[in-house]
């Protein structure tokens, strides 16, 4: 049996999220109740969320090069004393 008031190394609680409470905002909602859906796939379990994204994300790639996002280069700080 699993306790409720006991943690698990990370700190996070070893209860079953629940699906979200309406808030009166339909947009907000749904947002909400697409996030809880899409966790409630991998059991809530961030490891296996980012490792998912991580290989959707690479595959992408490889499908569609150039449609991923890469970093840009730093910007020139404009609030920096001039030399």
Do not use: W
């Not at 698990?8 to 808030?23: D, F, Q, V, Y």
């Not at 905002?25 to 980012?50: C, G, N, S, T, W």
């Amino acid at each position: 049996m699993i306790d409720p008031n006991v943690r698990n190394p990370r700190g996070l609680s070893s209860e079953a999220p629940r699906s979200p409470e309406p808030t009166g905002d339909p947009l907000i909602d749904e947002v909400r109740q697409l996030k809880y859906e899409f966790a409630a796939q991998f059991e809530h379990d961030l490891d296996r969320m980012f490792e998912h994204l991580r290989q959707r994300q690479e595959q992408t790639e490889r499908e569609q090069p150039g449609r991923v996002a890469q970093p840009s280069a730093p910007r020139p700080r404009t609030d920096a004393p001039a030399a």
